[in-house]
């Protein structure tokens, strides 16, 4: 129903922003209606659930970035990536992944989908000789992150699309830490992406939302199908909140990259910071494929250590009064977060030293404020 339709005082006047359609359902005019709408063959909604126009809108939005042939949103990005999980893998099947993925990933990968009977091998896929490896034996899904939390490990999705193709698996990449605007890794093989909207997408700190794109109309259809039976609708406020920050997306996140590209380069000078880790800096392991592969500076995380550990950070945290501890990231403003106590908590002492996340490691989230001013704020911290 259009605008004027509903209300006939709009006249010929147009409103300049998209509509909320907070409906959980729709009326149809009758049975004929509800079976084009149901088979596909005309547009339209009959229960928000399934599908609504804020949900369509964000989801075609976001495969238009991703020059990808179909969207799913879903109210999460654990929501987006338990629906996909749900969609390509069965009983039986096995899957490779990243020994550094988001928490909340690797949790739902070891300890959930194994009552379903779907085993994970989890390996450095920065190593292409262990992902060869692992591949020996038969596997369904590959499942990487452009950058890696809070190493920033950027594995070489081309070559791991290949791989991954090689065993009639499936790549499915997560792109939080880089948005569209960095990067779009089904351009570089990838068959799935999946991104927390949540982050840098929304980037206001202000809703909860994830989505899933790729080419194949198969997959795009059960993943669909998952997200609602499953019931993971995404809301339609939320949805409409995250088109509205497509508008800046691109101008957020070159301005917050530009910020962390300087920051990393000021932290690395500053003495009493034991290391600083960012794709930018020529001491990262993996700079040269970053500044392949990117566009522009490689996103807006910083990591670094104080060698003090714990009592540092936390001495660190209530010292000064900008760059709030908040354990998210992607937002406007700057911000800190733990990974020894937050994302990575769950992990065993051995597993961190592994992965590098140390008593003493501190992530930035750089935001969009002047970088005047962030390093005003770090120093105040650093005293
Ligand atoms: C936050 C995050 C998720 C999960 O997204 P939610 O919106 O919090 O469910 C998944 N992957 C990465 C890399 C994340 O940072």
Redesign the pocket.
Known sequence: MSPSERNPELGRSRPAAPAIYPASVYSLPDLDELDRISDGVEPGYSYARDKHPNAAELAARMAEAHQAQWGVVAA????A?AATLLSVLRCGDRVVASDQL?G??AQLLRSLLPRFGVETSLVDTCSVASVREALSKPVKLVFI?TMS?PLLRVPDVGQLAELAHSRQALLLV?N??ASPVLFRPLAHGADLVVE????IIGGHSDM???GVFGNDPAIGAEVARSASLWGMPASPFDCWLAVRSLATLDLRIRAAAANASQLATWLDQRSGVAKVVYPGLASHPDHSRAMELFSGPPGNMVAFELPGGRSAVNQFMRQGPGIPFCP??GGTETSCSYPFGTSHRFLNPIEKERLGVTAGLIRLSVGIESVEQIIEDLAAKLR
């Not at 999460?76 to 929501?79: A, N, T």
């Open positions: 999460s990005g654990m929501g990536i988001y909340g990933t992150e939390n997560d939080t830490f927390s909207m949540t982050k909860t939302l994830g998210s990231l």
